[in-house]
């Protein structure tokens, strides 16, 4: 566990032992120049309670502007001790932007405080760091704040010790700082300062679409009970069904909709501040405009959850108490380009979105999205690791040559290793426009320059034609080109500290194979001499390639194809089948006959494309993972034990680097068509299927041999197949492993890029 923030040197450590001392805890607590390193081992029940009590118990002085804890293996502590400060060279560490502390807010609500009302009040405990850092060392003149004069006021807070605000580089106030000022589409003026503030709250309040500058970049905000403003906003964004994110006014209103647990009450609270993933109420009724509830059907369509984050910014905690409802608060960008974060460019870029621009004249150096994080097991997994987060480092063991990973295509991120360090970037995006490769370049172009990296490698992945692996081409340096999949077992290991030998189980959508086919559904034995594919998921054909990853219904029918030949194409009794006209169903079988652009993959992403058209849960998705995502969501309906036959078969002899063994879906494929013919409930064959994957790694896992089992790949963001696979592996004698600080998806990637490199493969 890693605490950053002002708490040397006020009792903290002494603090940290005596909580140790009373849950019976044991492990250590050190300075060191990142922050306090505390590690503990004791049972779950009493690390959960450790983690929550040392925030809400800490030291009136002792403020924590970061708390990363990941679980590790024990190793078997006798006592508590404090342990003497780390020395050594002070990394340069970079520190991610902080959520607003509870003084500064105190001062910004007071009428009678110099910063009462002032948007971009912060002190050395909280306020912007990463998004306006220009260069180290982290110094005002290297900041965006530096054409900001201080005036008297706070230049004598920020040179006297015993202030808050010493040496605080983007402190403030209305007399010498950054303004507000409310914008039209033709980017007159409306209004300033506050008044611009009122005028923007005013504008949501009727319905409008307002553009805010916010931390790291622009947010598209509208009332969120306002369905027609929600769907307005829908349209004008193009984007269909893919849920949009809330801020609320405060806990209690987060609370009147959503449940929320300990843990995540802290994570909603903390100085992270992320989007956090909660289960939303069940009511009779959904409130009507009056109450603090809004209409959830537009917000996240068919999602039980909704993504929630509370206001992080002194701006965001002003709007949202003129407000006191909640808003939508989605990414300021047109469909999946990177985030918008200058108001020179806003007009241009986002004029067609919203109808007010709440802006303001402190530069953003970088684009910071909001963080999203779920809690499964207990514990908090990141899925875009972002705003609070980044650029933090991941530690590795084994740190081998300066290296550079440029991650794979979509939720790209980046990494860099600085001896035993990897500083992850910012989420980037998916790499399919110029404005998304050119926010990719400027990233490393600002990482090479922060940390004035000099790589001798640059990993990147085997897929030879995405935009990454060709930046790495034409980098001129070493390259080294990593499995998607090795990949995303490396980081995971990384993330938990530990080596090989492994079984990683690496799910997803789509990576490049070694063999050139697309890979998905991989077991793969990991140890320091490299991977061996043990298993993977029985490949079938993908009619139309790319088209069928926006359509499962192709995924259906390249399963049912591989079982009937011809026939499939016959079935229109079958939902994949009838949602295709005569003629198509002409062309598909050719397709799949002849095997025209109609690649085979053993993806799991793609079997849960399949199950989900065959029962008719959907044929097309508007965003990647839909079809899997409502497949999660369908189980919840019923508590399901049972699950269907997929068996571990012998893989047919082929080439000496095939996998031996095939995970069998065929006796599946044949058991939910029994169900679906039936009219079983699409809740039971869900629950059944996610059960039978979970049995399928069980297998394999006893197969293989390993106890340690590795889960990555963006199929682990399914919390019921995450926990479902951690507790059957578990009640079978195996230690799995999942990830918590860094994402099972492809934002992961670039942390596994890293590793391979310093293992020299
Ligand atoms: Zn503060
Ligand atoms: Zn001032
Ligand atoms: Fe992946």
């Known amino acids: ?17 005596r909580l140790a001392t009373e849950l019976g805890l044991e492990g250590w607590v050190r300075n060191s120049a990142a922050g306090v390193l505390i590690e503990v081992e004791g049972g779950s029940a009493s690390l959960e309670q450790f983690l929550l009590r040392i925030e809400r118990e800490r030291p009136p002085r002792a403020f924590i502007q970061s708390l990363e804890s990941s679980f590790l293996d024990p190793v078997g502590f006798d006592r508590f001790e404090i342990r003497a400060s780390l020395a050594g060279a002070k990394t340069a560490l970079v520190l991610p932007d902080i959520a607003t502390c509870p003084d500064c807010l105190r001062e910004v609500l007071d009428p009678s405080d110099r910063r009462y009302r002032y948007p971009f009040t912060n002190c050395t405990n909280c306020g912007p760091r990463f998004s306006i850092i220009l260069a180290l060392p982290y110094d005002r003149p290297n900041t965006t704040m530096r054409a900001f004069e201080m005036c008297q006021a706070c230049r004598a807070e920020y040179e006297n010790p015993l202030d808050r605000r010493f040496h605080a580089q983007p402190t403030a106030c209305s007399a010498c700082g950054p303004h507000l000022e409310l914008w039209a589409r033709d980017g007159a003026v409306v209004a300033t300062r506050h008044d611009g503030l009122v005028r923007a709250a005013e504008a949501l309040r009727a319905g409008a679409v307002v553009a805010i500058k916010g931390l790291g970049g622009f947010q598209l905000v509208v009332d969120a009970r306002n369905d027609a403003a929600v769907r307005e906003l829908r349209r004008r964004k193009a984007r269909e069904e893919k849920p949009f994110a809330l801020m609320y006014p405060s806990l209690e209103v987060v609370k009147a909709d959503c449940e929320a647990s300990e843990l995540e009450e802290r994570l909603l609270r903390s100085a992270e501040s992320p989007i956090v993933l909660l289960s939303r109420k069940r009511r009779e009724q959904e409130r009507g405009a009056g109450g603090a509830a809004c209409p959830v059907a537009s917000i996240a369509p068919g999602n039980p959850y909704l993504g929630v984050m509370l206001p992080y910014t002194p701006l965001h905690h002003l709007l949202m108490r003129e407000l006191g409802f909640p808003v939508v608060a989605t990414s300021g960008n047109v469909s999946d380009e990177p985030i918008c974060t200058d108001e020179h460019e806003v007009l241009d870029r986002l004029g067609h979105l919203a109808d007010l621009f709440l802006v303001h004249d402190r530069p953003i150096a970088r684009h910071v999205d909001d963080s999203v994080v779920r809690v499964i097991m207990g514990r908090e997994l990141v899925m875009r690791r972002a705003r609070g987060y980044a650029p933090l480092p991941v530690r590795i063991r084994g740190a ?34 110029p404005r998304a490769f050119d926010a990719f370049r400027r990233v490393i172009g600002s990482f090479e320059a922060l940390y004035e990296l000099e790589p001798s490698v640059v990993a990147c992945d085997l897929h030879p034609g995405y935009l990454s692996t060709q930046f790495a081409r034409s980098s001129g340096r070493e390259v080294v080109a990593v499995q998607h999949h090795f990949a995303h077992a490396l980081a995971c290991m990384a993330e938990n500290e530990i080596d090989g030998p492994v079984l990683g189980v690496s799910w997803d959508g789509t990576g490049y194979g070694v063999d050139g086919t697309v890979w998905g559904g991989e077991f793969l034995r990991v140890t320091g001499e490299g991977f061996v594919r043990e298993a993977c998921l029985r490949p079938f054909g993908l009619p139309g390639g790319e088209a069928a990853i926006k359509e499962p219904r192709r995924a259906a029918l390249g399963v049912l194809y591989e079982l009937f030949g011809d026939r499939a194409l016959e079935m229109a009794e079958l939902p994949p089948v009838s949602a295709f006209s005569t003629r198509e169903r002409a062309i598909l079988a050719r397709m799949l006959r002849q095997r025209i652009n109609t690649p085979r993959t053993s993806s799991v992403g793609r079997l849960f494309d399949a199950v989900a058209s065959l029962v008719g849960l959907r044929q097309e998705v508007r965003f990647e993972g839909q079809a899997a995502m409502e497949l999660e969501f369908a189980l919840q309906a019923v508590a399901c034990d049972e699950s269907y036959p997929l068996p571990l078969g012998a893989a047919p002899s082929g080439a000496s680097d095939a996998p031996r063994r095939l995970v069998d879906w065929a006796p599946m494929i044949e058991a939910i068509l029994d169900d679906v013919r039936s009219g079983r409930a699409v809740a039971t064959v869900a629950a059944r299927f996610h059960n039978a994957l979970a049995e399928a790694v069980v297998a394999v896992a006893r197969d293989v041999g390993e106890a340690a089992v590795v889960l990555s790949g963006g199929c682990f963001q399914n919390r019921y197949l995450t926990e479902r696979v951690v ?29 391979a490199a310093a293992r020299g493969r």
């Open 400 to 433: 081998g040559a300066a290296a550079l990973a440029v991650g794979a295509h979509l939720k790209n991120t980046i990494a860099a290793s600085v001896g035993p360090d990897v500083f992850i970037s910012q989420h980037i995006g998916d790499l399919e426009t």
């Open 727 to 755: 507790r059957r592996l578990r009640a079978e004698g195996f230690r799995p492993y999942w990830h918590q600080r860094v994402p099972p998806n492809d934002g992961g990637i670039a942390l596994g890029q890293i590793v």
């Open 1 to 17: 566990m890693t605490i950053r923030g002002a708490v040397q040197g006020v009792g903290f450590r002494p603090f940290v032992y």
